[in-house]
T-cell receptor
Framework: NAGVTQTPKFQVLKTGQSMTLQCAQD?????MYWYRQDPGMGLRLIYY???????DKGEVPNGYNVSRLNKREFSLRLESAAPSQTSVYFC???????????FGPGTRLTVT | DQQVKQNSPSLSVQEGRISILNCDYT??????FLWYKKYPAEGPTFLIS?????DKNEDGRFTVFLNKSAKHLSLHIVPSQPGDSAVYFC???????????FGTGTRLTIIP
């Protein structure tokens, strides 16, 4: 039981490049989330998916797109990376009826 | 507008003493509160939670207190151990809502 996994762990992009961050969970959770963590800002929600086939914007969605590929997988795409998207990205999942979210280990992204 | 606030960015405590981490919130609609612990280069892990119908919840060395009239919660760690050195985030949610609102975190350092 791996919990929530994220790939890659580290990535360096040049401004304007695109990439997709992958997330998968094996806990049969319905809800999945993408956050970014920046110094002094806490965890800010980018997008979430309450169930397979649905996605909704969070607090800071601009510059990102998401895909809920199936119940297990939720990907985050940066179409044209900007230095302001340099951050640590966390994926999380939650079982319906509970409030605790379970987080992956994170992806550290640097955009130069 | 920061609805969940952790006003102390850092806290140092001697090993064996009590650590008290504080969190304030502005939205009286929040019904459920959680604490997460985060080590460097890892994702946040759920620590303890409390419902708004309670004023205290204990789990081993960790106790969370909720003062609804003051819109304040605190996490007590007794006794503090070196492994407790981490960043602690508080989070809040409305019943039935998908989204957690996180504070900015407090870095706790336990001094041996």
């Amino acid at each position: 039981n791996a919990g929530v996994t994220q790939t890659p762990k580290f990535q360096v992009l040049k401004t304007g490049q695109s990439m997709t961050l992958q997330c998968a969970q094996d806990m049969n959770h319905n809800s999945m989330y993408w956050y970014r963590q920046d110094p002094g800002m806490g965890l800010r929600l980018i997008y979430y998916s309450a169930s397979e086939g649905t996605t909704d914007k969070g607090e800071v969605p601009n510059g990102y797109n998401v895909s809920r590929l199936n119940k297990r997988e939720f990907s985050l795409r940066l179409e044209s990376a900007a230095p302001s998207q340099t951050s640590v990205y966390f994926c999380a999942s939650r079982l319906t009826g509970a409030y605790e979210q379970y987080f992956g280990p994170g992806t550290r992204l640097t955009v130069t | 507008d920061q609805q969940v606030k952790q006003n102390s960015p850092s806290l140092s405590v001697q090993e064996g003493r009590i650590s008290i981490l504080n969190c304030d919130y502005t939205n009286s609609m929040f019904d459920y509160f959680l604490w997460y612990k985060k080590y460097p280069a890892e994702g946040p892990t759920f620590l303890i939670s409390i419902s708004s119908i309670k004023d205290k919840n204990e789990d081993g060395r960790f106790t969370v207190f909720l003062n609804k009239s003051a819109k304040h919660l605190s996490l007590h760690i007794v006794p503090s151990q070196p492994g407790d050195s981490a960043v602690y985030f508080c989070a809040a949610v409305f019943f039935g809502n998908e989204k957690l609102t996180f504070g900015t975190g407090t870095r706790l350092t336990i001094i041996p």
